[in-house]
């Protein structure tokens, strides 16, 4: 899944920021299929269950029949052409979603080889502040970090200190 980049960063500020909200008691149904962050979430002590990688956008079932007390999100919704109606139908009562950023610099991503590893959304933060309120979400805590990269030249420098993803702690309104 990581050839040569393991997230090693974002998974620590995603945990770290997990811990803070959602304890371990509390099951969570995480969007996506399992990776290497379902296990560091389990080997933490949390209740994970996965989506099965059924097209979100189209069959949110998973989210709607769900009884998990939280919905975990991590790197999905910008993948999703619609994340509106399936944020809006969840019967979690938390969320704890994480986005890349849109860089200015930097296209949109789009991988030419894995039609799933795409982003149709390269979000700014009030662009996510603003679907999760529509989707009747309350947003209490929130988090960015940088994503520097070991690379010369332009676009590694201003990834030094431009953010790189965004974390968000909300509840149902």
Known sequence: MYENSFPNKRYKHTLQFLRKHIDPSESILDLGVENPFTEI??????????TKGEDLDFNFDAVTKTN?????????FEHLLAPLHLLNNTTSKKLVASIPLKLWFSPAYRSKTDKWDRHYHEFEDWQFDWLLEKAG???Q????????VKKLGFRPFLRLFTPRYYIVYATRK
């Not at 979430?41 to 996965?50: A, H, I």
């Not at 805590?141 to 520097?148: E, G, I, L, V, Y």
């Open 141 to 148: 805590d929130s988090m960015k970090w940088t994503n520097p």
């Open 41 to 50: 979430m389990r080997q933490d002590g949390y209740q994970v269950t996965n």
């Open 68 to 76: 998990a007390d939280v919905l975990t999100a991590f790197e999905i």
């Open 137 to 139: 979400w309350e947003i």
